[in-house]
């Protein structure tokens, strides 16, 4: 019904438009002819009215040039007699030599005779007339004696368009004043030179000139008639362009119409605000889902108001600025900000907003907001959270990593500067294996291989260059169908280790405690016999090889007995009593018995004042001794031992206190321990040496490691094949 009303209206005021320009073409046309036809008809009367004025202008002069000679002397014949109204004046007949008579001709009758000749020939009519007429034939008519009168009230001429038998003529006249040579005839009549003594007055036909007047008016009926049909015919075939040009244009209105109908309902059905302001920022237009944002119930309320009405102070420089910038033609699609509404309440929502451009003007600016307020609480809540997920999984003391199936190392948690000494940006990006084990390929029973075919937790354990134990743990990450992401756990478990080892080895020296006291308390009896025996048989027997055979089983028994005193050591559960004694004096006793060894260069280093402790110094001194032996023998090709002895103080642990320590490092140049030998140095009978009576058999460090710990201290060893040992020893320093 809209779209019909609109076109039955577009269509009635077009035919309106149409009717209404054709009036007004016919009108100007009508105008213009009746105005063309009117000035036609002045032309003619103005033509007239001028060939009136010439033969008057013509008659004049003959008459002027008359009364200036006094007239004119010619024949008499029928028609030219003697004038009897000039008989007073003298000579008025005269004969000539040759006997002609002439009679004297004044310029009113010269006049009179050459009007009627001119009428005879050319149909214009000539009269003199006054109100003292001599003649009667000169007696006014009305129109003449109207027009004298008038001259004698200064009116200079007078002239009418009127019928004379029935013809239309043009009679023209004007006053005749009276001149000097008047006065011959027309004294007597009382008349003075300057008086209006009468009129002379012409009547040209107007025939001619009407017949002319109508052929010219016709021509220009006729012309303006064909120049009426030629702008009908224009307005016409513009009415017929315009019909369909307004066809076209009702149909893209249509569609314009339909279209802002469309948007229309879709800004009022949507859920997303949309609003405009004009060049001065005021709001012109909101929705209704703009009024549910800001919480405003109706237009009103903010139709009229600056778009500032909603804008925080945190956002509204920014607002400003964007509205500014879109007025001066910059672009800016899309953004977020912030808003207030009315009940003070801060909400978000995002935006895109563009000019309104009006004949290449921009008048406006409209837009449309989705509210982002939730969005924002989850962003916040998962910002936090995320900082929360951050905080846990950097505090975490174990090395925490993402990899994924190709081993390289997603993300990282801080801890991984405290395990492997490389900070997360050393990490992210690069391979596992390269990290963890120092090598190019994955090794052989890696731990992420086995979760990717398994699918699920695997687990290692290794140990590093520099004795230190680690766990190692890949667990899939489920992420939908795919598990192309693992969770990569490094955990140091060198303390575990070492109180499991400590466990292991206490067990260990308990049970061999047990066995080596009653080994050593049987072997020591037995050894006493074979020792007594050998002294008699000394006694008995004088000869040299004999005596040579003796002493050999004599120094096997001193080396069986001091056997025999490393397994009482071993067994013994306590100390004997305990004395104060400098560990310098003991060390250097120690190094003193082994200097004899060769190409050995040993050196001590002592860095603080150490205090005497209380101590078994021939128990230490065994210890300090099995420890140097170690050392020497590992070097059989000579080489250097470095011996440092200092002070330290150790930060207690929660609810413990500090503790101050004597350390003596033992570092060798040796030839090392391979990583596969290191945990079992310290067993008893272990040994990577010859077995034989001369090299010992593998007791020394298990006796100097019982020593120390009896002592309260420990035992620390590192080494590397092919680079050398150190072995630690730390006592506590007792009051």
């Keep these: 019904m809209i779209k019909k009303s609109i076109k039955i209206t577009i269509r009635t005021k077009l035919v309106d438009y149409a009717l209404a320009l054709a009036i007004v073409w016919t009108i100007v046309i009508i105008l213009f002819t009746a105005w063309n036809v009117y000035q036609k008809r002045q032309s003619t009367r103005a033509l007239a009215t001028q060939e009136a004025r010439a033969i008057f202008n013509k008659d004049q002069a003959i008459r002027l040039w008359a009364t200036t000679h006094g007239g004119v002397y010619v024949p008499i014949n029928e028609r030219t007699q003697a004038n009897p109204h000039l008989k007073q004046v003298p000579e008025r007949d005269i004969i000539t030599y040759s006997g002609r008579k002439l009679t004297l001709m004044n310029p009113a009758y010269m006049l009179r005779q050459m009007m009627d000749e001119y009428s005879e020939l050319y149909g214009v009519k000539g009269r003199i007339t006054s109100l003292k007429p001599l003649r009667v034939q000169n007696t006014p008519d009305d129109w003449e004696r109207s027009a004298l009168k008038a001259f004698e009230n200064g009116v ?31 004294g007597s009549q009382g008349y003075k030179v300057g008086d209006v003594r009468g009129g002379v007055g012409v009547s040209v036909p107007m025939s001619s000139f009407l017949l002319q007047e109508e052929s010219e008016i016709r021509r220009l009926i006729i012309s303006y008639i064909l120049i009426w049909l030629f702008g009908v015919g224009i307005i016409y075939s513009g009415f017929r362009r315009l019909r369909r040009s307004i066809a076209e244009r009702d149909q893209a209105v249509l569609a314009q119409y339909e279209k802002e109908e469309r948007f229309r309902c879709i800004v009022e059905e949507t859920e997303a605000g949309y609003f405009f302001i004009d060049k001065e920022g005021i709001f012109q237009k909101v929705n209704k889902a703009w009024l549910e944002m800001h919480h405003y119930s109706l237009s009103e309320e903010v139709i009229g108001q600056h ?5 925080t102070d945190s956002d509204l420089e920014s607002a400003n600025k964007i509205v500014k910038g879109l007025l001066d033609g910059k672009s800016l699609p899309v953004g977020e900000l912030s808003r207030r509404c009315k009940d003070g309440s801060i909400g ?11 004949n290449k003007k921009i008048t406006g600016l409209e837009g449309f907001i989705i509210d982002t307020s939730n969005r924002k609480q989850a ?85 590093t260059g520099d004795n230190r134990w680690l766990q190692i743990t890949v667990d899939p990450i489920e992420i939908g169908t795919n598990n192309d992401w693992f969770v990569h756990i490094v955990r140091d478990i060198t303390e575990a280790k070492e109180r499991e080892n400590e466990i292991i080895i206490v067990q260990k020296a308990k049970a061999f405690s047990i066995l080596s006291g009653g080994i050593a308390h049987d072997y020591n009896n037995l050894l006493t016999t074979i020792w007594g025996n050998i002294s008699l048989l000394k006694e008995e027997m004088t000869r040299p090889q004999q005596q040579e055979l003796l002493n050999d089983a004599d120094n096997a028994c001193i080396q069986a007995r001091d056997l025999t005193r490393q397994f009482i050591t071993l067994s013994r559960v306590a100390l004997p009593k305990k004395t104060s004694y400098n560990i310098e004096d003991i060390l250097r006793s120690a190094i003193e018995k082994a200097d004899e060894a060769k190409d050995i260069e040993i050196s001590m280093d002592i860095k603080d004042k150490i205090p005497a402790i209380e101590i078994d110094p021939e128990g230490l001194s065994l210890a300090f001794e099995n420890i140097i032996c170690n050392a020497v023998e590992a070097m059989p090709d000579g080489g250097r031992l470095e011996i440092l002895v200092k002070t330290e103080i150790v930060t207690g642990k ?8 004597i350390t003596i490092s033992f570092k060798d140049s040796g030839v090392g321990i391979s990583i ?26 298990a006796v100097s490691q019982s020593i120390v710990k009896k002592h309260g201290g420990k035992v620390r060893i590192n080494s590397k094949l092919g680079q050398g040992t150190t072995i630690t020893v730390t006592l506590p320093i007792t009051n």
């Design 156 to 186: 200079k001429e007078e002239f009418a368009f009127v019928d004379i038998n029935g013809k239309p003529y043009l009679r023209l006249i004007q006053p005749m004043i009276t001149k000097k040579g008047c006065l011959k005839c027309h």
């Design 379 to 463: 962003e916040k809540e998962l910002e936090n959270a995320k900082k929360q997920w951050e905080t846990t999984f950097d505090a975490m003391s174990d090395w925490v990593c993402i990899i994924n199936k190709d081993h390289e190392i997603i993300r990282s948690n801080k801890a991984c500067e405290s395990i492997i000494n490389l900070s997360v940006d050393q990490v992210v990006g690069r391979l596992c294996h390269e990290i963890v084990h120092g090598m190019d390929l994955s090794i052989l029973d890696c731990p992420l291989q086995k979760a990717i075919n398994s699918n699920r937790l695997e687990s290692m354990e290794l140990k």
């Design 307 to 311: 778009f500032s009405l909603t804008q």
């Design 676 to 701: 596969h030998d290191i945990d079992s140095v310290f067993d008893p009978y272990f040994t990577t040496k010859e077995l034989s009576t001369q090299k010992g058999g593998g007791l020394g460090l």
């Design 654 to 661: 929660k609810d413990e206190k500090d503790e101050s320590l």
């Design 348 to 358: 978000y929502h995002s935006f895109t907003v563009n000019p309104v451009v009006q």
